[in-house]
């Protein structure tokens, strides 16, 4: 499914996009989250301050952000109907 991602992005390219997509699989957490700092957050300010400083509205991190939230929100739905919750009436 990632491969036909990518390939469709090659055949159909966006238009004015800041760099080209990729993926990175990882199956360790601590992995994912210095990906995230690295590849995400770190660019995004620095291309917000280049915004600010041109008189721009910065909104690359705050974009991050929003989507993030809703990654993890989305992710704990699909856990919690499989997590083995056990309920205690006292």
């Known amino acids: 499914m990632i491969e036909t991602g990518l390939k469709l992005t090659e055949e159909v390219p966006f238009n004015s996009i800041l760099w080209k997509p990729s993926t990175i699989i990882t ?7 210095v990906n995230v700092i690295f590849l995400h ?3 995004g300010l620095l291309i917000d301050g280049l915004l600010k400083l041109s008189g721009n509205k910065p ?11 809703h990654v993890y929100i989305l992710l704990m739905m699909l ?6 919750i056990k309920f205690q009436i006292k």
């Open 27 to 33: 199956k360790y957490q601590a992995w994912y989250y």
């Open 41 to 43: 957050l770190i660019p």
């Open 59 to 69: 909104l690359y991190v705050n974009i991050h952000c929003i989507i993030y939230v």
């Open 79 to 84: 856990y919690l109907p499989v997590a083995d």
